[in-house]
């Protein structure tokens, strides 16, 4: 009789990456090109014509037991060592692994911040002026920042934690840190979209789905050629993924928020437990539309030019 070899502990609880296609492109030598790069999380950093546009940047990456335990605050240490140009910074919610580290680029670059309210609460009591922050509430309104123009559609958290949503509620005063990870209330859930134009007449959108949940209605007429997915969680939603594509019709989805965010930057990738990348892959690949697919490795770049 065969015995089928026994998978460690370390493989159990880090689904493995092996049958996952890494899409691997150095970073461009300009920064006028477009171009995309993954933070780890949820973060990516967008760059064009010299601008430098983030979403969602998680990059202090504390620790598992002090995120279980202790208490937490931005690490500009860690946030400076992978930001070298910031002109604004993009949060969907307010949760410490989207919104955490958004007043560091905003204090040492003078990033514009744009998110809902309780975002732009969390960065007002660590220091940031007004003038820099931007409130993004879900409606027709639209703000320039150089190429882009930022806007964002109102959605909902995933309830991934049985059946519920984490750290639920709004942060409504004054913050300090260092504070527990719970302090960081998930507040108002958006879907960010940016638009800009590669080429004259020719408009390009972005859209980042930092959690794996909707509201179908409110993406309605919106159309994004680039979606940024976050899979870990995607099954507490019905049929999340062929729901997202229907919705904003993309030409590629780049898969995030499914590697192990309290390990170091530098660490080799890991899956979060209960994560399936791979899983995700071959939901995409069997829509109607099958869009292309781009999984870039921690800190990987891919340019977008193609897109359009």
């Not at 509430?137 to 049985?162: M, T």
């Not at 292309?292 to 897109?307: E, F, I, K, N, S």
Request: with cysteine; aromatic share 8%.
């Amino acid at each position: 009789m065969h015995l089928a070899p026994r998978r460690s502990l370390l493989h159990r609880l880090s689904p493995s990456l092996a049958d996952v296609p890494f899409h691997n492109q150095p970073r461009p030598d300009n920064d006028q090109e477009l171009a995309l790069q993954w933070l780890g999380t949820a973060g990516f950093r967008l760059q064009f014509q010299g601008k430098h546009l983030w979403f969602d940047p998680h990059l202090s990456r504390h620790s598992l037991a002090e995120l279980a335990f202790g208490t937490i605050a931005p690490v500009p240490a860690r946030v400076l060592a992978q930001v070298d140009a910031a002109d604004g910074v993009v949060i969907g919610h307010s949760h410490f692994d989207h919104a955490m580290d958004a007043p560091v680029l905003a204090q040492h670059f003078g990033a514009h911040v744009y998110g809902a309210e309780d975002t732009l609460v969390y960065c007002r009591g660590l220091g940031v002026p007004e003038a820099q922050l931007h409130r993004l509430a879900g409606d027709a309104q639209v703000h320039a920042l150089g190429p882009f123009a930022i806007g964002a559609r109102l959605s909902q958290h995933s309830p991934f934690a049985l059946g519920r949503v984490p750290y639920p509620g709004h942060i409504t005063r004054g913050f300090q840190v260092p504070a527990r990870t719970s302090a960081w209330r998930v507040g108002q859930t958006l879907i960010p979209h940016v638009t800009l134009e590669p080429q004259p007449g020719r408009r390009l959108t972005i859209a980042h789905v930092g959690s794996a949940a909707l509201i179908d209605a409110e993406l309605r007429g919106l159309q994004a050629d680039v979606v940024l997915a976050c899979t870990i969680g995607r099954h507490a939603t019905a049929n999340f993924t062929h729901r997202v594509l229907d919705a904003l019709a993309p030409k590629l989805v780049v898969p995030c928020h499914w590697d192990q965010f309290w390990r170091p930057i530098d660490a080799p990738v890991r899956q979060i437990p209960s994560n399936d990348l791979a899983g995700f892959l071959q939901e995409v690949a069997s829509h109607a539309s099958a869009p292309r697919v781009r999984v870039l490795p921690m800190l990987g770049w891919t340019t977008l030019a193609d897109v359009l």
